[in-house]
Nanobody, 122 residues
Framework: QVQLVESGGGLVQPGGSLRLSCAAS????????MGWHRQAPGKQREVVAT???????NYADSVKGRFTISRDNAKNTVYLEMNSLKPDDTAVYYC????????????????WGQGTRVTVSS
């Protein structure tokens, strides 16, 4: 079993910053790509940013230049630094990871966290 636990969400004023963290634990042999997604009220879940095991990153156009994704492989943790936050960034943010488990290292399986809420409002 693999668990992903997010933290760092909360209420912030427009123009403010937040840093989200997501720590993976459990039956982990290796983690490939990791990422952050978000789902705003009444909207579909969308990808925010992804990072490969080689630290190649990709961002949604709406967050480019404002958000930065990074990872600490020694801690099995992915981060999302969010700056210049806008009300449109309000959503539940979910992390995900493609994990190769010890019990079946030949294949990677996707796992998701439970989500952390970010509210941008004055």
């Amino acid at each position: 079993q693999v668990q992903l636990v997010e933290s760092g969400g909360g209420l912030v004023q427009p123009g403010g910053s937040l840093r989200l963290s997501c720590a993976a634990s459990g039956n982990i042999y290796n983690i490939n790509a990791m990422g952050w997604h978000r789902q705003a009220p009444g909207k579909q879940r969308e990808v925010v940013a992804t990072i490969t095991s080689g630290d190649m990153t990709n961002y949604a156009d709406s967050v480019k230049g404002r958000f930065t994704i990074s990872r600490d492989n020694a801690k099995n943790t992915v981060y999302l630094e969010m700056n210049s936050l806008k009300p449109d960034d309000t959503a539940v943010y979910y992390c995900n990871a493609d994990v190769q488990p010890f019990t079946y290292p030949a294949r990677a399986f996707p796992y998701w966290g439970q989500g952390t809420r970010v509210t941008v409002s004055s």
